[in-house]
């Protein structure tokens, strides 16, 4: 399950449909109550892309509303007459496009991430909202997928009803990636998969840190429940009623990179002087940094997690590679998961043995 937002040179027909199940196209946003686009631009986009299915008759297009800092759920939401204003844009919107469905990135209920205006009625509404695009999307002759992003990090599922959502939707896309910032003083894994113990940060400059977020957190209410991978959301989703089969979990098709990183246990946990350059695509780090001999590649067997460490420079770049989404896609397989998804699919690079191929690929053998 690709996201997927159109490139400078963008050619649907040179995309790598035929390795995808489903492309969500990113995004429309809540303008005026109603799902739009921003820029008309795509809409032709999105029709050349919903044509490549006479190609590739296995693949369901979508369409994302919302993502990062995008602001308008909240009010949408707050009212029956509101919530109906939108599901019909809607299904007006999925009819005109024939689309296979829509994927809702409120990011998030009732927390007012990036400055987006957030309610504690939130928790309640989004129920609500799910419900009725269910059954607006039910109406549909064209069967619908209805799906969500959500966070990679317990607290997002106290302020949702999580239960009750999974009555409407059909998958829970959770973003396992951006699980530690460019902001943190600390280097880590943005898109670990394996569980990682606080016995593994302890030794390390790190563990400071950690017990300080620990008391801070402990006196603003909330409880600090340490490193975030993959496995752990999953295992916490399931222990609190979703059905496996529901759940699809993130790949990262880009990486976080910190400077001022010493070169004590390879990078890794140690202090930083900032982000280096925030995030860089796939793409760049599999022909700038990988190919570069100063970057050497190292593979965190707890985390599951690969990192690319540059003494030379004191830079660290925490990243998803083949092998790592391999791994992904193999426990996905194992744990009989809804599958796995990725942000996004114009990073990848455009070399052999792409991300995707390697995702294709495991899924093959399995």
Known sequence: MAYYVPERDYDPEKLPLEQLTHIIFSFTHVIDGKMQFRDKENREKLAKLVAQRKKHPQLKVMIACGGWGADGFSDMAHTKANREKFVKSVVDFNTEFQLDGIDIDWEYPAIPAADTKARPEDKQNFTLLMKELRQGLNTLKRKQTLTFASAGWKRYYQNIELKEVMQYADFMNIMTYDQIGSTSPFTGHHT????????????????EYV???????????????????????????IANGVKAEQIVIGAAFYGRAWKG??????????????????????????????????????????????YLYNATDSIFISYDDTVSVRLKTEYSLKKKLGGIMFWELGNDTKQENSLLKAIHDASLRN
């Open 192 to 207: 670990a998969l394996g569980h990682i113990g606080e016995e593994d940060i302890q030794a390390t400059p790190a563990w």
């Open 211 to 237: 017990l300080q977020r620990k008391e801070a957190m402990k006196k603003r209410g909330y409880t600090y429940n340490g490193s975030r991978s993959a496995e752990k959301i999953t295992d916490y989703c």
């Open 261 to 306: 990183v010493p070169p004590k246990n390879n990078g890794l946990y140690q202090p930083n002087s900032g982000s280096y350059i925030g995030w860089s695509a796939y793409r760049q780090i599999r022909e700038e940094f990988e190919a570069d001999e100063k970057y050497k590649r190292h593979f965190d067997s707890v985390a599951k997690a690969p």
